[in-house]
């Protein structure tokens, strides 16, 4: 049963940085692409970033373009995604997802495994 956790998330200041983390376990890395969600308060989940099996293909919402990265190291079972010059807007819970397909969509019914989600709280 494959499972994720994610970790990182917490309180910053506009202007700052958080870096999350998803700890995949009871399946092999390699065998899924992953993406970040997020979900803000009153609103519907939303795609944030993805990565194919290998690392070499990575897509992101136009909102986050040039201030998020996301990698993995599939030797370790961990996802990452890291977030610079945080904005308040930023403020949701983040999920980390997991999908079977070899190239997934942005939705996220095209994904199979999610986490139970982390707070990225983002101060003005």
């Known amino acids: 049963q494959v499972q994720l956790v994610e970790s990182g998330g917490g309180l910053a200041q506009a202007g700052g940085s958080l870096t999350l983390s998803c700890a995949v376990s009871?399946?092999?890395?390699?065998?899924?692409?992953m993406a970040w969600f997020r979900q803000a308060a009153g609103k519907e989940r939303a795609f944030v970033a993805k990565?194919?099996?290998?690392?070499?293909?990575?897509a992101f919402t136009d909102s986050v373009k040039g201030r998020f990265n996301i990698w993995r190291e599939n030797a370790k079972n961990t996802v990452y995604l890291e977030m610079q010059h945080l904005m308040p807007e930023d403020s949701a819970v983040y999920f980390c997802?997991?999908?079977?397909?070899?190239?997934?969509?942005?939705?996220?019914?095209?994904?199979?495994?999610w986490g139970q989600g982390t707070q990225v709280t983002v101060a003005s």
């Open positions: 009871g399946g092999d890395l390699r065998d899924y692409a």
């Open positions: 990565i194919n099996w290998s690392g070499e293909t990575t």
């Open positions: 997802a997991g999908s079977d397909l070899f190239v997934p969509g942005n939705w996220s019914s095209d994904y199979d495994y």
